[in-house]
């Protein structure tokens, strides 16, 4: 089971924001004629985004002062989300999808949460992960054996391998879902929408104050990088992709 959800705010310096966007021309692929175009439906189909109003969205994207170092920040926190030269498999060159996760520390959890996923070219599904949580006390040494400084990967070894096949299915549909064409780089934390949800309001949806923040990269064969956000959890396969490479776990061995 996942853990509980940690605040949903990035702190950049020390000041909370809530992203509009995470990258260049997110206003302007934002504002695309809501109709179906490129083989993707309508957004009216698309149930997570079909009351999302990409055109408010847009205007905060463009607005925001932010944005480029809030750019440059989050690329700064994937960083060190990579599979290591020694790890027993590595997403390879023509992987036609992988996507890179981070869910820092902070708020009601200590863990950061690392991990990538990717789909091979048979269509397999596989991941690396490790969790840090610097609360958690290092292992006692063997008796009679000094204590060693022991490194992060000893501290916090990773875990890797085959997607277990019920996560597997997961990312396949959200991969290759085409209402992603319609879901935004940044969910952040007041989304704005066309009508009111749950009987009234004003005309946004909040995240909860217990919500994660998901920081990712998806890389897809034939296209630049993309980075995406979520300030906290949402309908969107976008989201699911991030969200099963997060918690991902290897196949059941019995």
């Not at 969107?236 to 997060?246: G, H, M, Q, R, Y």
Request: proline share 13%; aromatic share 6%; net charge neutral.
């Amino acid at each position: 089971m996942p853990p509980p959800r940690k605040l949903a705010m990035v702190m950049i310096g020390g000041a909370a924001l809530g992203l509009a966007a995470c990258v260049e021309g997110e206003g302007a692929r934002l504002a695309s004629p809501g109709r179906a175009e490129a083989g993707r439906p309508p957004q009216s189909a698309c149930p997570a985004v079909a009351n999302l109003d990409r055109a408010a969205l847009a205007r905060q994207a463009a607005a925001d002062p932010r944005a480029a170092a809030t750019r440059a920040w989050i690329a700064g926190q994937l960083a060190p989300v990579v599979v290591p030269e020694t790890a027993e498999r590595r997403p390879p060159a023509d992987a036609p999808f992988v996507i890179r996760v981070r869910v820092p520390s902070g708020g009601f959890w200590s863990a950061d949460d690392r991990s990538v996923a990717w789909r091979e070219a048979d269509g397999s599904w596989w991941f690396w992960r490790r969790t840090i949580d610097r609360r958690q006390p290092p292992p006692p040494p063997p008796p009679g054996e000094a204590a060693v400084q022991l490194t992060e990967e000893q501290l916090y070894p990773a875990r890797s391998g085959r997607l277990a096949p019920g996560k597997a299915a997961r990312m396949e549909a959200a991969f290759a879902d085409p209402c992603r064409a319609w879901e935004p780089d940044g969910m952040p934390n007041e989304v704005p929408l066309r009508r009111a949800e749950n009987g009234g309001g004003p005309p946004v949806r909040l995240c909860p104050p217990d919500s994660a923040s998901y920081l990712a990269e998806i890389a897809e064969r034939g296209r630049p990088p993309r980075q995406v956000y979520a300030a906290c959890i949402n309908d969107t396969a976008t989201f699911t992709l991030s969200d099963v490479a997060t918690y991902a776990s290897g196949e059941d061995p019995r």
